[in-house]
């Protein structure tokens, strides 16, 4: 007779009453595009034609109307203006006021959390000064949703008690996109590595390279690229080479983007920029990763969704202010579920991985940019999470080990948690795992838009608790608080 497996012990859970929802009534000015410039140019026709006072008239009504709703309106519509004015017939100036009802007519608000705002990343917050004593201060990264199930990184804070109990700072009424840097700087040495990953490393590049310094800027890049081509190609476009085009599309696929420094964290949100990322940046899984040297650079793998494919991707930032957004590459980028460990382990980069879409690996890169080897450590192995299992975010350092929280999807595709413990000088060495979810979705837990699945992206240890954020299917954000040693010793 088969014996079934031991009753796992029990884990005392704190599910608390705290929920961030989503909030419609936060907006934010996003650029309104059309498919040819003949659209463009025939919209912009219309205003031109309208007399002064009109215009005057009809811009009031949008500053009336929108300019308690959205900082710095004026500024953000006379900048839609200038990047649209090469549609303008040559010839004549405008006055300021039809220049702002044109850019009027280019922009749209966008509630970027009206369908979901879950899969939620916490970490201790950079900032920790004004903190009472004993409680600390949390960052929380979240997927927004808004129309056209686009999916945006938002951020909020909120503050952990002495007794754990977690509190929302109250977010801002008001939304903004950052500045995209046009001219950030590239690594020629890593842009080269990545160009070469892509099979873009023939004569023509390395031309190309070659009329380029050690650091260069997207600008310097286009130029080289066009003095290349006139060599080759006279009168050919970057479009119209594989090579030339294949370089441009690296260097826009990784690109900085900047927030003002007086903008609140709550206002913050970050769109996608690339084609890789249309429909979508995913489930961002947040590392505060301490360096060499004792600095501290935080990382995020997400995932880029072009409503086709999935791609697991990066940022990086100092003070989530300032963020550099990059490709990874090699063989070992696929699929969903990157998670980078918080440090190196025997000199080496080490990131959790699911290829298959099935079974979590382990892989080690000397360059957080570059993933090629993996090593397959847990597979399925539960009814809970016989479809599928994947990480929950980075794996946590205990004195035990590296604690992972996971997902598992069983039957009637239901997503639980679960969580397993590895070595922490050989993260391949898996000591235990939980042979029952760690949690499971319960009561309104598994009502939204995808029912019944309970997910995170990361969670924060505080003292002997683990602080846990987590989606209710897919639509909403609660929060749970855990004994460690609880999970510890359920283990088998």
């Known amino acids: 007779m088969k014996r079934s497996s031991p009753r796992q012990k029990t884990i005392a859970i704190r599910r608390q009453e705290l929920r961030l929802s989503p909030d419609q009534s936060r907006v934010v000015l996003r650029p309104l595009g059309f498919a040819s410039g003949k659209e463009y140019a025939a919209i912009i026709g219309r205003v031109l034609a309208l007399a002064e006072p009109e215009v005057r008239r009809l811009l009031d009504e949008v ?92 951020f909020r804070s909120g503050v952990i008690s002495a007794d754990n109990a977690v509190t929302l700072d109250p977010p801002s009424r008001f939304l903004t996109e950052p500045e995209l840097i046009e001219n950030s700087t590239y690594h020629k040495a890593l842009f080269g590595r990545k160009a070469a990953e892509m099979g873009l490393a023939g004569e023509w590049a390395q031309r190309v390279m070659g009329r380029l310094g050690d650091f260069f800027t997207l600008s310097e890049l286009k130029y080289a690229l066009k003095e290349i081509l006139q060599e080759t190609a006279p009168g050919a476009k970057i479009g119209d080479d594989n ?26 949100i970050i769109f996608p920029v690339t084609p890789i990322q249309s429909n979508g940046l995913e489930d961002v899984r947040l590392t505060a990763h301490r360096d060499d040297n004792g600095k501290t650079i935080y990382y995020a793998t997400y995932t880029a969704y072009d409503g086709r494919s999935v791609l697991p991707q990066l940022f990086e930032t100092e003070d989530f202010r300032h963020f550099k957004f990059a490709t990874l590459n090699g063989p070992g980028v696929q ?34 940019h570059f993933w090629n080897q993996s090593k397959l450590i847990i597979s399925p192995a539960h009814p809970w999470e016989f479809v599928k299992l994947g990480n929950c975010g980075s794996p946590i350092e205990t004195k035990e080990g590296w604690l992972v929280l996971s997902h598992g999807v069983g039957p009637m595709r239901k997503y639980c948690l679960g969580a397993f413990l590895l070595d922490r000088n050989d993260p391949s060495k898996v000591l235990g795992r939980l042979s029952s979810p760690l949690m ?31 989606g209710m299917s897919d639509r909403v954000t609660g929060f749970a608080v855990i004994p460690i040693n609880d999970i510890l010793s359920a283990m088998v």
């Not at 006379?78 to 004549?92: A, I, M, Q, S, V």
């Not at 699929?335 to 440090?343: D, Q, T, V």
């Not at 979590?360 to 360059?367: G, K, Q």
């Not at 979705?441 to 987590?470: F, H, K, M, S």
Request: hydrophobic content about 35%; aromatic content about 10%; overall charge neutral.
């Open 63 to 154: 500053i009336a109307d929108f300019s308690s709703r959205h900082r710095w309106l004026v500024k953000r519509l006379l900048t839609r203006f200038h990047y649209l004015e090469h549609h303008l017939p040559p010839g004549g100036d405008i006055s300021e006021a039809r220049k702002l009802l044109i850019g009027s007519y280019f922009m749209f608000e966008y509630a970027s959390e009206s369908a979901a705002l879950f899969n939620p990343s916490i970490i201790a917050h950079p900032d920790q000064s004004g903190v009472p004593r004993g409680s600390l201060r949390f960052l929380l990264s979240l997927r927004s949703t808004g129309e056209g199930h686009i999916s945006s990184i938002s």
């Open 335 to 368: 699929n969903k579920g990157m998670a980078l460990f918080p440090r190196k382990i025997k000199g080496q980069f080490a990131m959790l991985s699911r290829q298959d879409g099935e079974n979590i690996f382990l892989m080690y890169s000397d360059n957080v």
């Open 243 to 268: 090579t030339a085009k294949g370089l441009w599309l690296l260097a826009q696929s990784n690109y900085d983007i900047r927030f003002p420094p007086d903008q609140e964290l709550s206002e913050r």
């Open 440 to 470: 499971s979705p319960e009561g309104t837990e598994r009502e939204g838009y995808v029912p019944n699945v309970l997910y995170t992206c990361g969670a924060l240890l505080r003292g002997d608790q683990l602080i846990l954020p987590y």
